[in-house]
């Protein structure tokens, strides 16, 4: 029962220590007050959420550069460096990312969390706006609006990985590559967060020029 109590506790402890560097982080970079205007995620927008990140055009697009880099240094070596071991690989990562995705949207459903990114509209400097970046890999929004630690994003980047443990190959299937695919993961999201950031910016002075 000692050893229940303490557990818990230590949890309670975890839980408010993260909060509270949730806040700093905040606080430094002036996020709450940037994703107010927007109305919170209804469940038809998480399951649009899902289904973007999970076969969007950008999802997509970074799945065949990593089965790429994986076929052209034949990781895993199960899977062999041919056009065959190609589509394994890319239809191991698209099956990777809808399971995250389909966690991630229901147990954000649940704890109330927003998966979505929100740019910041501040106007801010280019470094302020990469330390937005960042931090929102890092952050949700909760039904208030205000700024949380994305627990269902953590789970299910930690859950994912290690369920596919269970139907990858023998070489992959182990706590280190879980560990190393998770850290991907989180990567992955902020190079995602830094696409949404940035595309429409450059999006519009390369039409502009065009124009």
């Known amino acids: 029962m000692v050893t229940g109590l303490l557990a818990v ?20 970079a002036d996020v709450s007050g940037q994703t107010g205007s927007d109305p919170p995620i209804t469940g038809k927008g998480r399951v649009k959420w899902a289904v973007e990140n999970t076969v969007g055009w950008p999802s997509l697009a970074a799945g065949a ?8 240094f034949d990781r895993p070596p199960e899977y062999g460096s041919h056009w065959d071991g190609f589509g394994k690989r890319y239809g191991m990562r698209l099956t990777g990312i809808a399971t995250a995705n389909a966690i991630d949207a229901s147990l954000g459903a649940v ?7 929100f740019r910041d509209g501040s106007g ?8 937005h970046v960042f931090i929102w890999t890092f952050v949700a929004r909760n039904r208030e ?17 290690f369920l596919s443990n269970t139907w990858r ?9 879980s560990a190393e ?11 995602k967060n830094a696409f949404d950031e940035f595309w429409p910016d450059v999006k519009e002075r390369v039409f502009r020029r065009g124009r």
């Open 9 to 28: 506790s230590g949890r309670a402890g975890m839980d408010q220590r993260l909060r509270i560097l949730v806040l700093v982080f905040a606080a430094a």
């Open 65 to 72: 550069i990593s089965a790429g880099w994986g076929t052209g």
């Open 111 to 117: 704890w109330g969390e927003d998966p979505r990114y």
């Open 124 to 131: 801010q400097p280019f470094g302020n706006r990469l330390r």
């Open 145 to 161: 609006g205000q700024p949380v630690p994305a627990y269902s994003r953590f789970v299910a980047l930690s859950g994912s990985n």
């Open 169 to 177: 190959p023998s070489s992959e299937a182990d706590t280190s590559h």
């Open 181 to 191: 695919r998770i850290g991907l993961g989180l990567l992955g999201r902020l190079s």
